[in-house]
């Protein structure tokens, strides 16, 4: 089963309005997440790492006040894209990497992907 | 730049056969490597992570590591249709961030 939650699955919402999506880590406790975006037929490209009790690290590009990350705690990470535009429309995925193995289907350091939000924005 | 280089494909064999898929990395401070599957429209899932040199067989998949040519590959043994989806590499560096290559489309024909 999925080791990783992301919430919403699919988000339509109006220009100028903000979005919130979560990524949760099953059974696990995760120091760090990573959000990335995706356009049709083109790769993951990461847009930040999210740090638990931190601020986040975005990449180059990605405006910090745009997309704002909150870790609050070791299993929790939001990614709020504020004011979304249609050029927002994408599809963004959190993963999470485990502090440490859970002797089952978690392993040490490996990066768990949740099922990813589509945002289309109109 | 950091790169992991894949050939985007399509990579089209035959049901039964065998698939390969090859990826090369420029940062030679990466330790670990992961092959993902992507199918369309759905989130990377794990197939196969790899840090030594040499292979690493699980089930119909190997992987394959030659840190001196700074080489990845995945081998699909008697492929199915069902493992028609994109397969990305990725490299684990120092900091623990993944580098995704653009991924290989394969497509496995009945």
């Known amino acids: 089963g999925a080791v990783v939650s992301q919430h919403p699955s699919r988000v339509i919402c109006k220009s100028g309005t903000s979005v919130k999506i979560e990524c949760r880590s099953l059974?696990?406790?995760?120091?760090?997440m990573f959000w990335y975006r995706q356009f049709p037929k083109q790769s993951l490209m990461l847009m930040a790492t999210?740090?638990?009790?931190?601020?986040?690290?975005?990449e180059q590009g990605v405006e910090k006040d745009k997309f704002l990350i909150n870790h609050a705690s070791l299993t929790l990470s939001t990614l709020t894209v504020t004011s979304a535009h249609p050029e927002d429309s994408s599809f963004y995925i959190c993963?999470?990497?485990?502090?440490?193995?859970?002797?089952?289907?978690?392993?040490?350091?490996?990066?768990?992907f949740g099922a990813g939000t589509r945002l289309s924005v109109l | 730049q950091k790169e992991v280089e894949q050939n985007s494909g399509p990579l089209s064999v035959p049901e039964g056969a065998i698939a390969s898929l090859n990826c090369t990395y420029s940062?030679?401070?990466?330790?670990?490597f992961f092959w993902y599957r992507q199918y369309s429209g759905k989130s990377p899932e794990l197939i196969m992570s790899?840090?030594?040199?040499g292979d690493k067989e699980d089930g119909r998949f190997t992987a394959q590591l030659n840190k001196a040519s700074q080489y990845v590959s995945l081998l699909i043994r008697d492929s199915q249709p069902s493992d028609s989806a994109t397969y990305l590499c990725?490299?684990?560096?120092?900091?623990?961030?993944?580098?995704f290559g653009g991924g290989t489309r394969l497509m496995v024909k009945p």
């Open positions: 059974d696990f406790q995760a120091t760090t």
């Open positions: 990725a490299g684990d560096n120092a900091g623990n961030m993944l580098t």
């Open positions: 940062d030679r401070g990466s330790q670990s």
């Open positions: 999210s740090n638990e009790g931190s601020k986040a690290t975005y």
């Open positions: 993963s999470a990497r485990a502090n440490s193995g859970t002797g089952g289907s978690v392993a040490k350091n490996i990066q768990y």
């Open positions: 790899i840090y030594s040199n």
